[in-house]
């Protein structure tokens, strides 16, 4: 028995419905004035068990050689995106982290 048209496009639209409330996350924390300059660093950090020990330390106070006004961006990127299904077998995940300076 075939399901109505209506009762086979339901999950599609519903899909489609939720489609923009998917971005990457990102967090934006400004020390100081923000930015003043034009430098840009990006490091990634790596958590391992799903984000409950951090791997790597990414300290950006030492990427910001000790300035005081920047923006640090924490964001799970596209990159991050396309490397998370090699590293998910491993049970880690990562973040990319910018600092603006």
């Known amino acids: 028995m075939r399901l109505p048209a209506t009762r086979r496009r339901w999950p599609l639209a519903a899909a489609f419905c939720f489609l923009p409330c998917?971005?990457?996350?990102?967090?934006?924390?400004?020390?100081?004035?923000?930015?003043?300059?034009?430098?840009?660093?990006?490091?990634?950090?790596?958590?391992?068990?799903?984000?409950?020990?951090?791997?790597?330390?990414?300290?950006?106070?030492?990427i910001a050689n000790n300035l005081t006004s920047y923006t640090i961006e924490t964001e799970f990127s596209f990159t991050d995106l396309l490397l998370f299904p090699l590293i998910l077998p491993l049970t880690m995940s990562s973040r990319t982290v910018t600092v603006k300076t």
Not at 51 to 58: D, I, M, Q, S, Y
């Open 22 to 62: 998917v971005s990457c996350v990102a967090h934006e924390h400004i020390v100081g004035l923000g930015p003043t300059g034009i430098g840009q660093t990006t490091v990634r950090q790596y958590y391992i068990f799903f984000g409950l020990v951090r791997l790597n330390e990414v300290n950006a106070q030492n």
